[in-house]
């Protein structure tokens, strides 16, 4: 009977380091970091305790400290701010299937299984009291004596990527693919199926039996047969 706590959170951990395998810090760095991304743990359960589970990891806001140092990132996320993926990723809020699919994780034990395995594993309390040594949390905390840093601040209203993007309200190309994107049934998931016309296409009409029909043209007499 002692065994069973203890297989318990064994099997507590197994679940938390599959998730960690799954997506790990570097991977959920970069997609909360990027606007058309951020929202994907909010639409997915299983993703949402992936992303959970490596925020309790402090590498994964190490990564995100050192990303939020250099200029280039924040001019990736504007980039990624003015994509027409932005469009995609908000409008998958209107598929009702999301909606679905949380419903049924709310009424699984596994859900919140896997999302207490992170809070239960000792291993992640042993990376946070080992964190003030870690080397990325030195090199961060000697980065404001690193002249490179200020330079690359300085020198980043210059960057070809930022000028670049003052640009792109200019190009016509920008609002050709956010229209495409709006008008595209495949952007609003289940909800895209009442703006295809091949839905309505597809259906038969009621009214076929109350309209006459035309009727059949007579066919074309045949060529005679060359001699």
Do not use: C, H
Not at 86 to 111: E, K, S
Not at 130 to 142: F, N
Not at 188 to 198: C, D, E
């Amino acid at each position: 009977m002692k065994l069973a706590p203890l297989a318990s959170a064994l099997g507590l951990v197994a679940l938390s380091q599959v998730a960690l395998a799954q997506s790990g810090p570097e991977q959920t760095a970069a997609q909360l970091m990027d606007p058309a991304k951020v929202v994907q743990p909010m639409q997915d359960p299983k993703a949402a305790v992936q992303t959970m589970t490596n925020l309790m990891d402090p590498a994964t806001l190490m990564i995100m400290m050192q990303r939020g140092m250099d200029p280039a990132a924040y001019t990736r996320m504007l980039q990624s701010g003015m994509s027409p993926d932005i469009l995609r990723a908000y409008a998958g809020f209107m598929d009702p299937a999301m909606y679905t699919r949380w419903m049924a994780a709310a009424m699984d034990p596994n859900f919140y299984t896997a999302a207490m395995a992170p809070f239960l594993n000792p291993n992640m309390y042993m990376k946070w009291l080992a964190a003030p040594l870690d080397p990325r949390m030195l090199q961060m905390a000697m980065a404001p004596f690193n002249p490179n840093l200020y330079m690359n601040w300085a020198t980043a209203p210059l960057a070809p990527a930022n000028l670049n993007l003052m640009m792109a309200p200019l190009n016509p190309n920008l609002y050709s693919q956010w229209a495409a994107a709006a008008a595209n049934p495949a952007t609003y998931g289940a909800w895209g199926a009442f703006m295809n016309p091949a839905t309505y296409g597809a259906m038969p009409n009621p009214f076929a039996g109350f309209v006459p029909q035309a009727p059949a043209a007579p066919a074309a007499p045949a060529a005679p047969a060359a001699k």
